[in-house]
T-cell receptor, first 111, second 116 residues
Framework: NAGVTQTPKFQVLKTGQSMTLQCAQD?????MYWYRQDPGMGLRLIYYSASEGTTDKGEVPNGYNVSRLNKREFSLRLESAAPSQTSVYFC??????????FGPGTRLTVL | DAKTTQPTSMDCAEGRAANLPCNHSTISGNEYVYWYRQIHSQGPQYIIHGLKNNETNEMASLIITEDRKSSTLILPHATLRDTAVYYC?????????????????FGQGTILTVHP
């Protein structure tokens, strides 16, 4: 099993550009999550999907949209990137209310 | 979810036990204590969790005080590869549409440095 995979690993955008971060898991987990981590800080929840077909806002959802495409895939979209969105983005999945499994992260720089 | 307080940093000698404390004085009866760690530039890794009783797995032990207001994560024989940021998280598991989920709120964590 690959676990949680994220693409791309690195990305540089100009202010105002859009992009979609992809996340997939092969563990048949119901729940998936998107976090961001700024330098020297803990992770903050952006959006989550408790189950296929549902999505909800987390702590810092402004400027982002998500799509739970199917049980395996959960994408994060930046419609108009801003320098404040420069961060490392982590996707995670969980089978239920127990531990979450994290992907390797996407390092995004917005100029 | 209850707020947690952890020391900013700790040191430990390789081969010795690392004891990482966490205060969660406002914890509710239905909140679990979770520990994760993040090795430099990687995604966080689950270590252990518990509700009331002490727990042990292949990675660590979790000791929760009787009043549940604090806990200690114990790495029994720390190695250099245990150098990481350790996060103590207290949370309630939620339910949506019949499927359980659990949101995690990460604080600053404790930077554990294991020395040779």
């Amino acid at each position: 099993n690959a676990g949680v995979t994220q693409t791309p690993k690195f990305q540089v955008l100009k202010t105002g550009q859009s992009m979609t971060l992809q996340c997939a898991q092969d563990m048949n987990h119901n729940s998936m999550y998107w976090y961001r981590q700024d330098p020297g800080m803990g992770l903050r929840l952006i959006y989550y999907s408790a189950s296929e077909g549902t999505t909800d806002k987390g702590e810092v959802p402004n400027g982002y949209n998500v799509s739970r495409l199917n049980k395996r895939e959960f994408s994060l979209r930046l419609e108009s990137a801003a320098p404040s969105q420069t961060s490392v983005y982590f996707c995670a999945s969980s089978p239920g209310s127990s531990e979450q499994f994290f992907g390797p992260g996407t390092r995004l720089t917005v100029l | 979810d209850a707020k947690t307080t952890q020391p900013t940093s700790m040191d430990c000698a390789e081969g010795r036990a690392a004891n990482l404390p966490c205060n969660h004085s406002t914890i509710s009866g239905n909140e679990y204590v979770y520990w994760y760690r993040q090795i430099h530039s990687q995604g966080p890794q689950y270590i252990i969790h518990g509700l009331k009783n002490n727990e042990t797995n292949e990675m660590a032990s979790l000791i929760i005080t009787e009043d549940r207001k604090s806990s200690t994560l114990i790495l029994p024989h720390a190695t250099l590869r245990d150098t990481a940021v350790y996060y103590c998280i207290v949370r309630v598991a939620g339910n949506a549409g019949g499927t359980s989920y659990g949101k995690l709120t990460f604080g600053q964590g404790t930077i554990l440095t294991v020395h040779p």
